[in-house]
């Protein structure tokens, strides 16, 4: 059994954020032919959904790096790896430092329905509005302030945004702490911005995958990705792709580069790779 697992961000996603025409009628001919394929991204379940939703992934879907795993079949939901309140602390205290807004993002589990509720500190930038205006109010979530966060809380990851200058120093920060890795890149709204998003050191899309990969039985996993945190799924994969766009060490680990993401190159190699 083949078992595909797409990131988003830089892989599956154009520059737009979003699924071309051509790669949603591919992801088609996938399920028609009844080829097993998820999604292991480092979004949050709130934020995949906006741009997945045209597509229904039937499988477990793989959200926060591995930290979340959510299964559309019986709405089941599991987390591991969640951020310990001392944790949280060194963060938020590294945010505050550097005069940025953390969010610290939670997960509510239920029998019906699983909440997805921000917690934010003070915003004082226009780019930390925006993030707001325009993502924050368009997701299935709730916002509450800093201060109403208790230790009871299952803290999945906390991001910021802010100048690229201002993250690299939360990012040098973060690295002195074993148990924190931290994921940085370049904001939509130019170099001169950039987002960061920290997790527990222990979750990453490998470990995720490797559970789902007992699970379904599934022989042969084949992965796509562009960035960092997308090494540890390559680590386990039979066959793992890298767009032209990847970061370098993820090209060289890659079993073969394929056409960059704003060009369908993933569903172009899957209608070669496949014969859809």
Known sequence: MDLIFFD???TLLNKASKLS?????????????????????????????????????????IYNNGVTVWDPRDNSLKLENLLSYEEITRVVDCAFLNGLAPFVNTMIA???????????????HA???????????????????????????HVTN???????????????????????IAYS????????????????RLANKGMAIETLKIELGASNIICFGDNYNDLSMFK???????????????????????GDHDNDGVAHFLRERFNL
Request: net charge negative; proline share 3%.
């Open 21 to 61: 025409p051509f790669t949603k009628d591919t992801l088609n001919l996938l399920k028609e032919k009844r080829i097993a394929h998820t999604v292991a991204t480092g979004r949050t379940m709130a934020s995949a959904k906006m741009v997945i939703a045209q597509h229904s992934f039937d499988l477990p879907h």
């Open 185 to 200: 890149g370049q904001a939509i709204e130019g170099k001169e911005y950039s987002w960061i998003d920290v997790h527990h």
């Open 8 to 10: 988003l961000d830089g």
């Open 236 to 258: 386990l994969a039979n066959e793992c792709y890298a767009p032209k766009n990847a970061k370098e060490e993820v090209k060289e680990v890659a079993s073969e580069v394929i």
């Open 110 to 124: 239920g029998q019906k329905n699983h909440r997805h509720v921000v917690f934010h500190g003070q915003i004082r």
């Open 127 to 153: 780019i930390e509005h925006n993030l707001i205006e325009n993502y924050f109010s368009r997701n299935e979530l709730s916002l509450e302030p800093l201060s109403s966060l208790s230790p009871d809380h």
């Open 158 to 180: 906390i991001s910021m945004i802010g100048t690229t200058e201002a993250i690299q120093k939360v990012e040098e920060h973060i690295q002195k702490f074993e148990t924190l």
